[in-house]
């Protein structure tokens, strides 16, 4: 029973920590996330007129778009590290609380 309490008391400041990481990367991811993909769609779009209008070659056009697919997942990975931020965040909570 004391270890427990011990253990609760360690563990808050922990928690409270991975609150406000959690709710600081939801904001981030938020706000950046239209940006990222609007910068992806500029890039995909620059890739297929350069090749519709006959400036860039298929190499070059496939590099830029990998760089649009690039650019598009970038906010895919931040969201995956927010949702594993939130399940430690959960899980530890889980322990603190016991429920």
């Known amino acids: 029973m004391l270890i427990r309490i011990f253990l609760r008391l360690v563990l808050m400041p922990v928690a409270l920590a991975l609150t406000i990481l959690k709710w600081l990367c939801a904001f981030v991811l938020h706000c950046s996330g239209w940006i990222f993909r609007l910068l992806a769609m ?37 969201g995956w590290i927010t949702i594993g931020i939130a399940t430690a965040d959960a899980w530890l909570k889980m322990v603190i609380y016991g429920r």
């Open 42 to 78: 500029i890039f995909f779009l620059t890739a297929i007129g350069s090749y519709a209008f006959g400036l860039e070659g298929g190499r070059e056009v496939l590099r830029m778009l990998g760089v649009a697919f690039l650019v598009f997942l970038i906010p895919a990975i931040a």
